[in-house]
């Protein structure tokens, strides 16, 4: 079970977001992965300028994820343009009752 | 640091008028900087039974950064190694997805 972050350009109009997330989506898919939860934060400031931008469009998600494929999915995301920075997490399933989102 | 330090560092802690707990560890050093520093003795995190620190939780992690968004250093908070530990990697990962900076300016 992963957690991931990432960040995407603030610059992106609706379809182009919801385009990137859906390619997201896809990548965990054909990595053996499955998206148990989204979340995303929307606009958000960021607390030090990325790539000149000093917003972004924040998405989080809950993954299962075969661990191998982690690395994969981190070098596409790294890839990606759009993604201003990721971050993947590992989520400790003994301490999984506490990892539920909070609203933002 | 920012403390200003009491004069005599020897005065028992019931000398000093702040409502700071006592601090029951002795001092070993001599320094200015590590004298006065009235540290609550149970870590705050173990108090409240803490088993994971969320790097998303912004608002509770700014509690545990300087003005110049600095750590906290566990002689100021008075946490064990283990939850330090912890609240430093949230700190930064926080920092990584610029939900918290690496500094602040205060000019």
């Given at each position: 079970?992963y957690?991931?972050m ?5 610059t992106?109009d ?11 989506d ?6 053996g ?6 979340e995303?934060w929307?606009?958000?400031r960021l607390?030090y ?7 972004g469009f ?5 993954i299962?994820?075969?661990p ?5 999915l ?5 890839l990606?343009?759009?993604?201003l ?19 933002e | ?13 019931k ?11 002795t001092?070993r ?19 409240q ?5 969320d790097?998303?939780?912004v608002?509770?992690?700014?509690h545990y950064l ?29 920092r ?12």
């Amino acid at each position: 079970m992963y957690e991931l972050m990432y960040i995407a350009r603030p610059t992106l109009d609706e379809p182009a977001l919801a385009a990137l997330n859906e390619r997201v989506d896809k990548l965990i898919a054909s990595a053996g992965g499955r998206v148990v939860k989204r979340e995303d934060w929307g606009k958000r400031r960021l607390a030090y300028p990325i790539a000149k931008c000093t917003e972004g469009f924040y998405s989080v998600l809950h993954i299962h994820l075969p661990p191998t494929a982690v690395r994969g999915l981190e070098r596409n995301l790294k890839l990606a343009e759009d993604v201003l920075r990721y971050l993947v997490t590992r989520i400790d399933p003994r301490l999984a009752p506490d990892s539920e989102f909070k609203q933002e | 640091m920012e403390d200003t330090p009491t004069s005599a560092g020897t005065a028992p802690a019931k000398a000093a008028p702040e409502a700071r707990p006592k601090n029951n560890t002795t001092p070993r050093r001599t320094n200015v900087r590590f004298q006065a520093q009235r540290v609550p003795r149970l870590c705050p995190f173990c108090q409240q039974k803490v088993r994971t620190i969320d790097y998303k939780d912004v608002d509770l992690l700014r509690h545990y950064l300087t003005d110049h968004g600095k750590i906290k250093p566990r002689r100021r908070l008075g946490t064990c190694a283990r939850h330090q530990r912890m609240l430093a990697t949230a700190i930064k990962r926080a920092r990584h997805v610029a939900l918290l900076p690496f500094t602040m300016q205060t000019l």
